[in-house]
């Protein structure tokens, strides 16, 4: 069954520093994407990242990369240089795709504090 | 480009009552999404529609209808409206399988 899971509720990173994000996943669907997603505390969702199944490389978009290792069905999220403007809740959702159904779960989250 | 748009941001409802929450989409996006969420749960899938004219049960349908009535817009039904159901609820949109989804702002809905 299509499952994520975000088992970190809460992280502490100093200004600068960078930050790991973890997110597992469970499905029997060779074919898939992962997002990440950032939750300010103003409320709207706002898309960071995109990782394919069959993608050869991790993805990155700026001080954002996704350490995707398929074996182990794991996408963290890395986050390089964090910002105060970091502070946030950060969601890992996923899409099955071959059963071109379209749905799009999510995991629990993880909530970000980036300390000065 | 409005995006994603709900309708209403907030509702107070008591027991009982019914309601619809409206969402639209401009992006001609074949998928839509109504999620719920609650402290420490995440987002919840409520229902989706991978397409105009389809529909299908995420992982709490239990207490809402949904209606796909055309390409752009996607409702959101409570019949009875309970306690339990006090969430916020987010719409969203998405071109296909490999695309990103678009969010709407939420509606923040208190059942009392």
């Known amino acids: 069954a299509q499952k994520i899971t975000q088992t970190q509720p809460g992280m502490f990173v100093q200004e600068k520093e960078a930050v790991t994000l973890d997110c597992t996943y469970d499905t029997s669907d060779p074919s898939y994407g992962l997002f990440w997603y950032k939750q300010p505390s103003s409320g709207e969702m706002i898309f960071l990242i995109y990782?394919?199944?069959?993608?050869?490389q991790n993805a990155t978009e700026g001080r954002y990369s996704l350490n995707f290792q398929k074996a182990r069905k794991s996408a963290n999220l890395v986050i390089s240089a964090s910002q105060l403007g970091d502070s946030a809740m950060y969601f890992c959702?996923?899409?099955?795709?071959?059963?071109?159904?379209?749905?799009?779960?999510f995991g629990q989250g993880t909530t970000l504090q980036v300390k000065p | 480009n409005a995006g994603v748009t709900q309708t209403p941001k907030f509702q107070v409802l008591k027991t009982g009552q019914s309601m619809t929450l409206q969402c639209a989409q401009d992006m001609n996006h074949n998928s839509m999404y109504w999620y719920r969420q609650d402290p420490g749960m995440g987002l919840r899938l409520i229902y989706y529609?991978?397409?105009?004219?389809?529909?299908d049960k995420g992982e709490v349908p239990n207490g809402y209808n949904v209606s796909r009535l055309n390409k752009r817009e996607f409702s959101l039904r409570l019949e009875s409206a309970a306690p339990s159901q006090t969430s916020v609820y987010f719409c969203?949109?998405?071109?296909?399988?490999?695309?990103?989804?678009?969010f709407g702002q939420g509606t923040r809905l208190t059942v009392v």
């Open positions: 969203a949109s998405a071109e296909g399988a490999f695309a990103e989804a678009f």
């Open positions: 529609s991978a397409s105009e004219g389809t529909t």
């Open positions: 959702a996923m899409r099955e795709i071959s059963s071109n159904t379209g749905k799009l779960i």
């Open positions: 990782q394919g199944s069959y993608d050869q």
